[in-house]
């Protein structure tokens, strides 16, 4: 086994706390914001391409703690290519603390790096990740990356890498401004202790107009859980903070209108937003890619006591594809263990052609902007998780689908699946379908044909036709209408709330 060149850097005594963190983040809000020096790293890490960056590896073998007999390990990022900001990674016990400094014995330059200069000590990392015996006792699985901005991804059992997380969104989608992107500047990684069942490591945050000090508790399983606590300081006023952002993909799936050249039947990350409202309301809003244009979203509420954007379907027949395997993408579901006040769940919906980039955002936007010099703390967990139903609303919507017929070119038909809960081995009448459309264009459209079937594998299908309001018509006068549909028996409420912007 190899000695960690970590093994041979300095160890000094001091106590490692949130309170020190916070209060670091606090005297840094006190002074103007100083971007990183893009440009202090060596030319041949700034230039390296996108091959020649993943053909440097880290050195298993010189993971932090890998000579040890503990439950979780750390390897390194290197700086370059676009992660040209250094990251500063420390490693901590509860009385001392070290700075891990780059060290080319870390890595491994495969033969497309070239020729290479030399390394600065002090340029810092890209970022790191964790290992744990995740899917198997005897293997170190991949647990969790932070690389990039505040972005960080996570994995449970049996699950392959897709949506994303970061610390905070800064006006992310507000008109003629400019989204900012804060960084993690600086990490410390607890060292574990040979029985625990999570690991903790803190980070300082720094941006143009917050700076934020954060500690997380990681723990694998089945479902892997990220205890994140924070504290924001406001250095300016910014039109929108977003609170637990998370970011994916969805190119097209069964609800598609726009459809593309591809073998698969559907191509994303996450197929939906699930809301659980502090009233008790569970809302669930299908993603769509179907207008070419930029689509917001907003769930008002007193309280929220859940949001994320989930990957209900499961099935491998549904995405077809063996290698991207979209059917093992992770539902990242957040539950706030704080008090957040009122506010609202924001969805934003980017056009897109292929599944390259992340396009869709879910984020929880405080009714109150913190104003320069204010301080907010908060708590939440993530759930990165296989459930199709972490929002626990017991009849759920499993499939949206929509169609035109040439005959009727101004009748749009829409139908919704519900399974589970209550509908589980209904007997006697069919439920109840409460369908509506909501807002100022709702007057433009008639709802009509609506029917209620229970289909051979225990769904209950919901199909119904929306149409001008006014004799001879046209559907494409209507503009975007807003959609609610329900499943009650009587009062009670027996399925989610989905929730649907459509352009007929």
Known sequence: MLAS?????????????FEGIDARARALAAQPYAAPNKDALPGWMKNLSYDQYRD??????????????????????????????????????????????????????????????ELTPEAGFAGFRLHAPLNRADCFDELVVFQGASYWRALGKNQRYGISSRGIAVDTGSDGIAEEFPLFREFWL??????????????????PSYTGAYGFEIQPGDDTTVTVHA?????RAVTRLGIAPMSSMFWFGENSRRRF?????????????????????????????????LEFSAFSMDRCAGFGLLQRDRR??????????????????????????????????????????????ALWEPSHTPQPGERIELSYKQHWTMEEDPSQAGGRVVATRTGLHDWQPEQRTMTVEFAGGRLENWQGEPP????????????????????????????????????????GGKLADA???ELRCCLKKGEDFLTETWAYRITP
Request: hydrophobic share 35%; proline share 8%; net charge negative.
């Open 432 to 471: 109840e379908a409460v369908i509506s459309a909501l807002g100022d264009a709702s007057s433009k459209i008639k709802i009509q044909g609506r029917t209620v079937q229970a289909l051979p594998d225990g769904r209950w299908r919901v199909a119904f036709q929306i149409a001008p309001a006014l004799e």
């Open 316 to 361: 491998f027949s549904a995405y077809e594809d063996g290698e991207a395997a979209y059917h093992l993408r992770p539902s990242l579901w957040i539950e706030p263990t704080s008090n957040w006040g009122s506010g609202k769940v924001v969805l934003m919906e980017i056009p897109t052609t292929n599944e390259l980039s992340d396009n869709t955002v």
């Open 190 to 207: 607890s060292k574990p202790g040979p029985g625990d069942p999570s690991t903790r490591l803190f980070a300082l945050l720094d941006g």
């Open 56 to 117: 440097i590896r880290f050195v298993p073998e010189r993971a932090l703690w890998g000579s040890e007999n503990l439950p979780f390990r750390a390897q390194l990022f290197h700086p370059g290519y676009l992660f040209r900001e250094p990251v500063t990674i420390n490693e901590y016990t509860s009385t001392h603390q070290q700075k891990i400094r780059l060290a080319e014995a870390f890595f491994q330059y495969g033969p497309l790096v070239g020729q290479r200069g």
């Open 261 to 293: 050249d591809d073998f698969r039947p559907e191509v994303h990350d996450s197929d939906g937003l699930a809301i659980r409202m502090g009233s008790g309301e569970r809302i669930w809003r299908p993603i769509t890619n179907d207008s070419g244009r």
């Open 479 to 481: 503009g975007p209408q």
């Open 231 to 235: 504290v924001l300081y406001a250095r």
């Open 5 to 17: 060149p970590a093994s041979g850097q300095i160890w000094e005594r001091e106590r490692v706390s």
